[in-house]
């Protein structure tokens, strides 16, 4: 039987001693510590939407007790409820979308919700914010900073 050698992956000693780090500091082995970051990362990734021929995502929210269906359209932001459901018509946003919904069947509800909890991936059951596309703001938020500029060493005889 040959010799069987685990995988492995080659580090910069950078990302090694930060690596060691957070094993100390969660009080567990580097391999046990890599494998804990991949599950949370696989837990916060967002589940694959299935898609129409026209890039359309099939939602649904249900409200005082009725099932709207709809389509979440990935290009535009868009939401689409098609005739025969409450609210039918296209909206810019999903936000707009369950407004109409809340003002059809509960007029005398005030319909402000953010569209993005209200209406579920009907593939998965996960609200529509999931898929939501990140604004500018939050990317440049989740950026890495540039390294700060070096401090001029002003060296003064006297």
Do not use: C
């Not at 868009?78 to 109409?100: C, D, F, H, L, Q």
Request: hydrophobic share 40%; proline share 11%; no cysteine.
């Amino acid at each position: 039987m040959p010799d069987q050698h685990p995988p492995s992956v080659t580090l910069d000693p950078s990302t090694h001693s930060l690596l060691n780090l957070l094993a100390k500091a969660w009080n567990t082995t580097p391999t046990d510590a890599v494998r804990q970051l991949l599950v949370l990362f696989a837990e916060t990734m967002p589940a694959a939407a299935q898609t129409d021929a026209d890039g359309r995502v099939p939602v649904h929210a249900i409200y005082a007790a009725t099932r709207v269906n709809a389509l979440y359209d990935t290009a535009t932001q868009s939401v689409t409820i098609p005739e025969g459901n409450p609210g039918a018509g296209t909206y810019k946003s999903p936000s707009g979308a369950s407004r109409a919904v809340i003002e059809t069947l509960r007029p005398d509800v005030l319909p402000i919700r953010t569209g993005w909890t209200f209406w579920r991936i009907t593939s998965s059951g996960q609200v529509l914010r999931t898929i939501r596309p990140p604004s500018a703001t939050a990317l440049a938020a989740r950026a890495v900073p540039p390294p700060a500029p070096q401090a001029a060493s002003s060296a003064r005889s006297r």
